[in-house]
C-alpha cells in the first residue's frame, strides 16, 4: 500500500502562489507516476499535472500550462505542485495520486491522498 498526504493548501489572493506538497509513504518503489488532480464545486476531478518517477517526463492541463510546475524530490519521497500567477477559476480541492503510468487519465492512477483546499479570491 501507498499512502499520499497533501499539504500547502490554503486561501491565497488572484495572481499569488502556492506550493502544493505530497508526502508518499509505504510501498513507494511500486509508484512510477505521480499526479495532480483537482475538483471544483459541482464539476468533475480532473487532471491538472504528472509525472514520472525520474522527473523527466511532466504532463500539464492546458489550462494551468505555463503557470504551475510539478517536481519531486526522490530523498524525501515528496511531489510538489507549484502555482503562480492563480486564478479564481483555479479554486478547488486539490488531490495527490499516484500510479504505475503517467496518463492524465483519473482511473489509471491507483492511489489517492485526502485532498487540500486551494481558494483564490478576485
Known amino acids: 500500500q501507498v499512502q499520499l498526504v497533501e499539504s500547502g493548501g490554503g486561501l491565497v489572493q488572484a495572481g499569488g502562489s502556492l506550493i502544493l506538497s505530497c508526502a508518499a509513504s509505504g510501498r513507494t518503489d511500486s509508484i512510477y507516476a505521480m499526479g495532480w488532480f483537482r475538483q471544483a464545486p459541482g464539476k468533475e476531478r480532473e487532471f491538472v499535472a504528472g509525472?514520472?518517477?525520474?522527473?523527466?517526463?511532466?504532463y500539464y492541463a492546458d489550462s494551468v500550462k505555463g503557470r504551475f510546475t510539478i517536481s519531486r524530490n526522490n530523498a524525501k519521497n515528496t511531489v510538489y505542485l507549484q502555482m503562480l500567477s492563480l486564478k479564481p477559476e483555479d479554486t478547488a480541492v486539490y488531490y495527490c495520486?499516484?500510479?504505475?503510468?503517467?496518463?492524465?487519465?483519473?482511473?489509471?492512477?491507483?492511489?489517492w491522498g485526502q485532498g487540500t483546499q486551494v481558494t483564490v479570491s478576485s
Open positions: 495520486a499516484a500510479g504505475r503510468i503517467v496518463t492524465t487519465t483519473r482511473n489509471d492512477y491507483r492511489y
Open positions: 509525472t514520472n518517477w525520474s522527473g523527466a517526463r511532466t
